[in-house]
């Protein structure tokens, strides 16, 4: 692995949280680790979906190493910008804030997102299973 910064989109996060293909991928990373602050909103939403107890969830992210970053005026200009280039592949604002986010520290990113192979962006992006 490189030594570039890491961020996590949400997918990434849920699938090393349930245990599920490619969550150890993102275990291994975990440590200095980024989060927009629109995916950790995502990942509270979908673990109360599935019955979990978010509270403390931030608190808990932060503990095992990952950095909480706001979602910037400068990262949404990015994610703004984005949208003509990912329209067409159906990523989200989410996706995009973890794109921005990306892009804002030269970042690599992990995602499950399958159609994140097909980004037309110069952005250094794993898909994890």
């Known amino acids: 692995m490189s030594s570039k910064l890491i961020v996590i989109d949400a997918s990434a996060l849920l699938a090393y949280l349930q245990d599920e293909p490619g969550g150890s991928r993102v275990g291994d990373c975990l440590d200095g680790a980024l989060l927009s602050s629109v995916n950790l909103s995502e990942v509270i939403q979908k673990a109360a979906q599935f019955g979990a107890d978010t509270a403390g969830l931030a608190t808990d992210l932060a503990e095992i190493g990952i950095c909480l ?61």
């Open 69 to 129: 970053e706001p979602f910037t005026l400068d990262q949404a200009e990015i994610a703004a910008g984005l949208w003509p280039t990912t329209r067409k592949l159906g990523l989200s604002l989410a996706d995009r804030a973890c794109l921005a986010l990306a892009i804002d520290y030269d970042a690599q990113v992990l995602t499950t997102d399958k159609a994140w192979r097909d980004l037309d962006i110069r952005l250094a992006v794993e898909v994890i299973r």
